[in-house]
């Protein structure tokens, strides 16, 4: 089973996370970004690696933890990260603004797997090359520091609310369903179902009356769905936190599954190259007065959402290639000739 969170969490420290805290300083102009939207070359890969080794000290690049540093598995506490995930994100945080993770999971077990202790995090409010790596748990709501687990204001609330879910999904019975219990979110899944279709059914419906029974909200993802605290916490939160850095020119995500959307789309506002097609998330007010390019890099696969796919400027296959581009990005930065300012 999944270890319990470590650490003390504490309230985020005031006007920690505010969007358009720095809005007041000078960005220079960018240039578009090698690679566009919606191209899918074999190529582009190539292009993404140079658009991310040209402005690393402006750069900030976060990274999804389930299928894109892992695989994803039958048994969410069997997910490992990929060989040379870890590597890559200690050495890219020698030359990027910030690099990071951004997950569903608790901050505690992705500090635990990727073995960067809170000490090895850059802290709430950073504005670092200090060779920080940035962990938020729980789709942004925890955030790993030095002094502990900083979890957003709000969700401490809910956890009551959350636990009688979780009370009332286990007392449901239903056949093969696995609920994971990750303090600030419950998560239901069925890819061990002996019958899919059943169990996925069944664990919707449950989500669907407890979401409306408690004001939880319901996030589907890949054979699962997740009830979580309804406080506007998002991984497209923690996107916009860091664009409003001074000195953040740059923004990349990788991500694979439904809660990945929201940090694209939070690029596409941030850069202006949203579609606004009504799907709601979409075209939503800019950040006023900023000046920065994205790169969105989904993982592939059958399972991946038509949304993400559509956002995406680079599609790759599996998350051995987004653990691979990253070491080649590291490997570049490393090496003395790189050229890189
Ligand atoms: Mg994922």
Do not use: N
């Not at 005031?14 to 970004?33: F, I, N």
């Amino acid at each position: 089973m999944l270890r319990p969170p470590r650490g003390p969490t504490r309230a985020p420290a005031p006007g920690a996370g505010t969007t358009g805290a720095h809005l007041g300083c000078a960005r220079a102009d960018l240039a578009p970004p090698a690679v566009t939207e919606g191209s899918r070359r074999s190529s582009d890969d190539r292009s993404a690696l140079a658009w991310l080794a040209s402005h690393p000290g402006q750069t900030v690049l976060f990274t999804d933890f389930d299928g894109t540093l892992s695989r994803i598995v039958a048994r969410p506490e069997l997910a490992r990260p990929l060989p040379g995930s870890a590597e890559a994100l200690s050495r890219l945080a020698r030359h990027l603004f910030a690099v990071g993770v951004v997950s569903g999971r608790p901050a505690a077990w992705l500090s635990e797997e990727l073995a960067i202790t809170p000490e090895a995090t850059g802290g709430e409010g950073s504005a670092h090359r200090g060779g920080g790596i940035e962990i938020y748990g729980q789709h942004g709501i925890e955030h790993l520091t030095p002094g502990g687990i900083v979890v957003a204001e709000g969700a401490l609330s809910w956890r009551s609310a959350l636990a009688r879910v979780r009370a009332s999904a286990l007392e449901a019975g239903i056949p093969d369903l696995e609920v994971e219990d990750k303090t600030y979110g419950v998560t239901l899944h069925w890819r061990q179902a002996a019958d899919q279709v059943e169990t996925a059914g069944r664990a919707e419906e449950l989500a669907r009356q407890q979401a409306a029974a408690t004001g939880l909200v319901a996030r589907p993802g890949k054979a699962s769905i997740e009830l979580v605290a309804p406080i506007g916490v998002d991984k497209g939160t923690v996107v916009r936190r860091w664009a409003a850095k001074c000195g953040v020119e740059r923004i990349a995500f990788f991500g694979d599954d439904e809660s990945d959307v929201a940090a694209f789309a939070a690029i596409d506002e941030i850069t202006g190259t949203g579609r606004d097609d009504g799907g709601g998330a979409i075209g939503q007010q800019k950040i006023a007065g900023l000046k920065i390019a994205g790169l969105k890099i989904a993982v592939g696969g059958p399972e991946a959402p038509g949304e993400l796919l559509r956002r995406a400027d680079l599609v790759l296959a599996t998350p051995e290639e987004a653990v691979r581009l990253l070491m080649e990005l590291a490997e570049q930065l490393d090496s003395p000739g790189s050229g890189a300012p």
